[in-house]
């Protein structure tokens, strides 16, 4: 955040209209304003002025296309120690999962702190201003705390600070194997004991200007149905978000329905989990009942396309979970790829291949899916819009690059959504200070060497 005021000249800007009737932008476009004054204070819009055809003498300049800064809603950073070790071969999400167990087992809060450090730096270059990190490595393998309970936690805050992003620390409740199982070797050190424990640890967790402390249960496989109650009642006295893996795979619904008679979506709304501070992650195996259910509550639904196609999981009802009131979010979860664009646009694609119809959703929806919607997931509700009094956080993808150069101008919210990459992003800025100016991060200098040192120290 900057105190010292300042004014950001947007060449072009989406200032988040969103279209209520559907289909109601798709003849003429999402509305584009060029030439848009954004003044900043304390980290703060104070006044957004469109007309201004010209930059203001000393005004920063943001040429192409500015947003809101996007919102990654569901993330595990040391998932992005996998990429491209996991391609090698076949499987599926169980195979998958024993070589991230592997990848987790040699985290320690210091090789932690540096590759999130890096992952957080990958991420602004992206875009993304804010990021939930679904967070339940806590102690030393065997299960074992470290002399700071919160240790591993607190390498992700200052991770996050470090990188110059907002973060949303998940602390997850993950306390078994699986339903009536005691953790495996590898899951000691993600488990607390019981709920009650995990509650008086992450208690200690205490926000700050950049750093939000939210709750997750891992899955109804993970944490006993009598357990369910006590995060969400953590989360409720706090007002905190409140997450949670949800059918994300057939095999887990098949076993809840053996065990409890009911699927997972059942279950946590019997036990007070659902509700509209609550986010679904994944929500790919739900029955028509089970999409009522979350939709009616208005539990959010963060999709993750990018991982939800590369683990094979299956594509999630997310037209019937959106029409049914469920606000969508987007999240890169393993970071097989970060690219809050590619998500966006895999949400539209795979319903097209799904349902062999194309135009679901808007650009403008797309977007608000991305930035305001999945900010509210996190608990930023003040942030996500350009608008007076919202916090200072903007992304600008350029429209002059091999993948956006062409369209008009009016139209660069379809093209940002569905031609452009997280390498078009050109600037981002959090609370008013500019983390990442021409492609380049101000805080991390050399990016992928920070991501290629943090990696390799995972290995050896």
Known sequence: ???????????????????QAPGSARAEGTPIEPGVAVDVRDGRITAVRPDTPAPPPGAEILRGLTLPGLANAHSHAFHRALRGTVQVGSGTFWTWREVMYATADRLTPDTYHALARAVYAEMALAGITAVGEFHYVHHAPGGTPYADPNAMGEALIEAAAEAGIRITLLDTAYLSSGFGQPPTTHQLRFSDGDADAWARRCSALGERDHARIGAAIHSVRAVPAEQ?????????????????????????????????????????????????????VHNTHLTAEDVSLVGGSGTGTCMCPTTERDLADGIGPAVALQNEGSPLSLGSDSHAVIDLLEEARALELNERLRSRARGHWTAAALLRAATADGHAALGWDDTGRIEEGARADLATIALDSVRTAGPPPRLGAETA??????????????????????GAHTLVPDVPRALARAVEALRT
């Open 228 to 280: 369910l109650e006590t995060v969400a009642r953590w989360a409720e006295e706090r007002r905190a978000p409140l997450h949670v893996h949800l059918s994300e795979q057939t095999a887990e619904n098949d076993a809840c329905l053996e065990l409890h008679g009911c699927t997972p979506a059942r279950l946590l709304a019997e036990h007070g989990v659902l509700g509209p501070r609550t986010t679904g």
């Open 417 to 438: 959504v569905f031609a452009a990459s997280a390498a078009d992003v050109r600037h981002t800025v959090v609370g008013g200070r500019h983390v990442v100016r021409d």
């Open 1 to 19: 955040m900057t105190a010292t005021p300042r004014t950001y000249w947007l060449e072009h800007a989406w200032l988040g209209t969103f279209p």
